[in-house]
């Protein structure tokens, strides 16, 4: 089973829908999560961190289900511009290196 | 401008040639780490570094080198042991070992 597993998409939506992305992982010592963004060709960026409170930054929510291993994405009133590929990450324990899914791409359409 | 900064954008390997991928941040980070992302995948983690002159293994160390010799820089060899290098290659760089930055990546392709 992988660390991190994310639905590889690719997510058709037309302008203005609301998408959510989920994301499970496998070490339930894990501390810490974030969602990143990647567009093609380009490097990873931090999108946001994800709490166990969940929070939600604009458009977007992000949340944590401990018990049950998951952390959830959820883009409301989707943008052209919200195109890209959004890869689920984990930090785990001991090494303090982060652990990345393989992305789930997002295509939203005029 | 403070960042990381990754050259070359792009390299060509021949065969059974070594070749160095350089990252160097400004951020005042101590930890850094490489990573290698092969099409429609994740990143794999290949050497991380906490602090200066130590560095650890990643996921799949093997036909790469690294060194940090300054806080500043961690370069990459792939070395001709590596059977297939061709991939991007991301540097990344934190303060806490959690929220990492990224360079803009190198493209190694094989000749």
């Known amino acids: 089973r992988k660390e991190v597993e994310q639905d590889p998409g690719p997510f058709n939506v037309p302008e203005g829908a609301t998408v959510a992305f989920n994301c499970t992982y496998s070490n339930s010592a894990s501390q810490s999560f974030f969602w990143y963004r990647q567009d093609c060709r380009k490097e990873p960026k931090l999108l946001m961190s994800?709490?166990?409170s969940g929070n939600e930054d604009g458009r977007f929510t992000a949340q944590l289900n401990r018990a049950s291993q998951y952390i959830s994405l959820l883009i409301r009133d989707s943008k052209l511009s919200d195109s890209a590929t959004y890869l689920c990450?984990?930090?785990?324990?001991?090494?303090?290196?982060?652990?990345f899914g393989s992305g789930t791409r997002l295509q939203v359409q005029p | 401008d403070g960042g990381i900064t990754q050259s070359p954008k792009y390299l060509f390997r021949k065969e059974g040639q070594n070749v160095t991928l350089s990252c160097e941040q400004n951020?005042?980070?101590?930890?850094m780490y490489w990573y290698r992302q092969d099409p429609g995948q994740g990143l794999r983690l290949i050497y991380y570094?906490?602090?200066?002159?130590?560095?650890q293994k990643g996921d799949i160390a093997e036909g790469y080198s690294v060194s940090r010799e300054k806080k500043e820089s961690f370069p990459l060899t792939v070395t001709s042991a590596q059977k297939n290098p061709t991939a991007f290659y991301l540097c990344?760089?934190?303060?806490?070992?959690?929220?990492?930055?990224f360079g803009a990546g190198t493209r190694l392709s094989v000749l």
């Open positions: 994800v709490y166990s």
């Open positions: 990344a760089s934190s303060t806490t070992g959690d929220i990492q930055y």
């Open positions: 990450v984990v930090l785990g324990t001991g090494r303090r290196a982060l652990t």
């Open positions: 951020l005042n980070h101590d930890a």
């Open positions: 570094s906490q602090i200066v002159n130590d560095f």
